[in-house]
């Protein structure tokens, strides 16, 4: 009798200690969640002089009052020009690969840093990246003087869930989303099972909900190699986007994990993207 009352104390001694650790990890979870989100670089470790890209370096100002760091990087022949919304991490000085990419395929980009990363003001959050987009985007309208059915709006990472938000309130020519996802929710999710991550995502990015309401030409880019944001994901933003049936949608496999996927696909990867503009400027 004896040993059953101590076995009882220790198991409950131990289901109080999963329970208590399950509390604090949900807790924590759902007061540092920007920690777990954005992680920004304040230091601008190259341009594109690097690549010998001429560019411009411009600052915005936004309806809240932060300072935007962007790059225009003209091309002389342009097809179009490429509103670039990036990740979570680091900062545009390290998209230079991308921006070389989209410069070979003849495409003028813009490229922003959100609040908070590199020389940009203020502190990360999802309306405040939201703001960030669409302060981008006004400013190639109404600076710039370029028509909106001559943006494409690419977005990678968590920049395709801040692309997806912009793309359905402004409509671009085109709409491109690399390896992103449906929802912070999901993605809570898929890394923390065993927690009621729909309760906790306090940050949404949930363009699950918004992308059978995009009025555009959209090109999904997503790997199976990716180890992530799970290919199932993009998927699903594919399939849900067929809801909308006026514009055409598309998708297109690569190879590779989610950082280097576009670098190690590289010709598959730009030729997807380069028949996907052809598509719409040769109409």
Do not use: C
Not at 3 to 10: A, C, E
Not at 84 to 111: T, Y
Not at 233 to 242: C, I, N, P, S, V
């Amino acid at each position: 009798m004896k040993l059953k009352s101590i076995f009882q104390r220790v198991l409950n001694s131990i289901i109080f200690i999963i329970i208590t650790t399950w509390v604090l990890l949900a807790l924590l979870i759902y007061l540092f969640q920007p920690k777990l989100i954005f992680f920004p670089h304040s230091e601008i470790e190259a341009t594109p002089a690097l690549i010998s890209l001429p560019y411009e370096d411009i600052a915005l100002t936004t309806t809240d009052g932060e300072v935007l760091n962007a790059w225009w990087v003209p091309h002389p022949e342009s097809r179009g020009t490429l509103l670039f919304l990036h990740g979570n991490a680091g900062n545009i000085s390290h998209r230079l690969d991308s921006i070389n990419i989209f410069h070979k395929l003849r495409l003028s980009v813009f490229i922003i840093d959100y609040r908070g990363y590199g020389k940009s003001t203020g502190k990360p959050s999802e309306q405040g990246t939201y703001t960030d987009a669409e302060t981008a985007f006004n400013y190639l309208v109404n600076e710039n003087n370029i028509e909106s059915e001559n943006i494409f709006i690419f977005g990678r990472s968590l920049g395709g869930a801040v692309a997806t938000w912009l793309a359905e309130k402004h409509t671009p020519t085109g709409l491109i989303i690399e390896s992103s996802f449906t929802s912070i929710a999901d993605i809570g999710n898929h890394y923390y099972p065993y927690l009621p991550t729909s309760l906790l995502a306090r940050i949404k990015y949930s363009s699950i909900d918004r992308i059978a309401n995009i009025k555009s030409p959209t090109l999904f880019i997503h790997s199976k190699h990716d180890e992530i944001i799970p290919y199932k994901y993009g998927k699903q933003l594919f399939t849900e986007a067929l809801m909308e049936t006026t514009t055409a949608k598309s998708f297109l496999e690569i190879n590779g994990d989610h950082n280097e996927g576009f670098i190690i696909s590289e010709k598959k990867y730009s030729d997807g993207i380069d028949r996907f503009i052809a598509d719409i400027v040769n109409k």
